[in-house]
């Protein structure tokens, strides 16, 4: 789900960014000077490091000769997902697993970005299936620092995911 999950994520990122250029919508540079200078600095000073690493990993999966190879693929892949994650939903109502694969780190603790990427792996099911979910701050660990317990719903059953929350939030500390 991961590798599907980042093609997907970064394509659209790539896409979503590309109307802010400074001229009609985003961050415009105050030391632009022209055209090309303002969507050069306006880009470059508005986006984070993060952002543009998106951006660019985006634009290349969606460049000719990997489209097909890299996007349609991760397509086809996030359409198993759904198929099967909606199997499990005929047999049950929620989906329970941890948000993240260890606690929360310290502020600043954690800078590389593989290392940050796979905070995402239990996450990315509910956001490639389309499902809603929740994370719920459920325990502390023995190290002091919490960790969350994500839940998954049906489609369209925000109502009943919210009431299974409140549940857990005032049975399970």
Do not use: W
Request: proline share 4%.
């Amino acid at each position: 789900m991961i590798p599907t999950y980042y093609v997907l994520t970064t394509a659209e990122a790539s896409s979503n960014y590309a109307r802010y250029d400074g001229v009609h919508f985003g961050y415009h540079s105050k030391n632009a000077v022209g055209v090309e200078d303002t969507y050069k600095k306006s880009r470059s000073e508005g986006f984070g490091a993060e952002v543009k690493r998106r951006i660019m990993l985006g634009t290349f999966v969606l460049s000719h000769g990997y489209y097909d190879a890299y996007y349609t693929k991760a397509q086809k892949v996030r359409r198993v997902i759904q198929n099967r994650t909606k199997e499990i939903f005929s047999q049950y109502d929620f989906i329970i697993l941890p948000t993240t694969p260890s606690t929360a780190f310290e502020i600043g603790a954690v800078s590389d970005p593989i290392q940050m990427y796979l905070q995402d792996i239990f996450t990315v099911q509910a956001n490639l299936s389309g499902n809603p979910a929740i994370s719920l701050p459920l325990g502390l660990h023995s190290n002091k620092l919490p960790f969350g317990i994500q839940v998954m719903g049906k489609h369209f059953d925000e109502a009943g995911l919210l009431s299974f929350s409140e549940y857990l939030m005032t049975n399970c500390k």
